[in-house]
């Protein structure tokens, strides 16, 4: 009799099991995820809307004027210009340093990644602003570089080191350097050991074992960090404020004084929208050109 309970016991749990299986495996319907979906319109695209409206609120010509006023403007073009190129080297500095410590970190023992990890993500708990004023006690004329360079007799008087671009992109890096490790090192977590010792087991040294296993299976990381880093360098506005001058401008910094400033709210909401298509536009064509080489990648295979 207690055979036959345990028996009914052990079959209703096993069917219960199943029903839950079943029912995990059956897709999410629209109901479930229509307050998520409301979020991020409200959030995301409200104030997407509430930029076109403020544009198009004069009607179309006014618009179609203000457009043509911010993209013949040529302070406008030159800050573009140096956001885009201020915001590629960010991104190419960020993934190939990032890249070396994620790499790092996967090859060392598990309490020194875990430690590597914990000082990685400190500076993502401390306010942005500062750690970018931080860097001004090292940069400025009677900051920590000054002075040490100042005692050790290989400068006269102080180099202007703040208010330059290699400035801005030192912070930006440092800013964006959790965001480009994370992704790779996650990639990096997913592969097995077992293939790098057989690399070593058919002869091959530790760059060829790299370039031709390791990074080819990881490179989906770095894609991700590099998308990651460039879209948010696109945008960023404190470090460009505090650590450059007016040579170092980037698009936010101009859209701030347009808005704050001038009292130009078409003209800043206007320039966001450009820099949205910009950056969305870039996004494409990186899709694209992915798009390409996995399919080129294929018909080589």
Known sequence: MQLENNTKAGRGSAVAEVDRGVVLSQPVGFASVSPLLMLVGLFFFGPIVALIMAIFSGGFNEAAALFSEVLTDPLFETVALRTIRISLFVTAISVVVGYAMAYAMWRSSPRVRTVALALIMFPLFTSIVVRTYAWTALFSR?????????????IDHPLGLLNTEPVVLVGMVQAMLPFAILPIFTILLGLDFDLLRASAICGA?????????????????AGVAAV?????????????????????????????TEVMTFYNLKGGAVMSVLLLLVTLSLLLVASKIGSIAAHYRSGRA
């Open 205 to 221: 040294r530790g760059r060829q074992t790299f370039f031709k296993i390791v990074l080819p299976l990881t490179k989906q990381g």
């Open 142 to 154: 009677f900051g920590m570089i000054n002075t040490l360079l100042l005692e050790t007799g290989l």
């Open 228 to 256: 990651l880093v460039f879209v948010i360098s696109l945008g960023f506005y404190i470090t460009p404020a505090i650590l450059g001058g007016p040579k170092s401008m980037m698009i936010s910094n101009v859209i701030s």
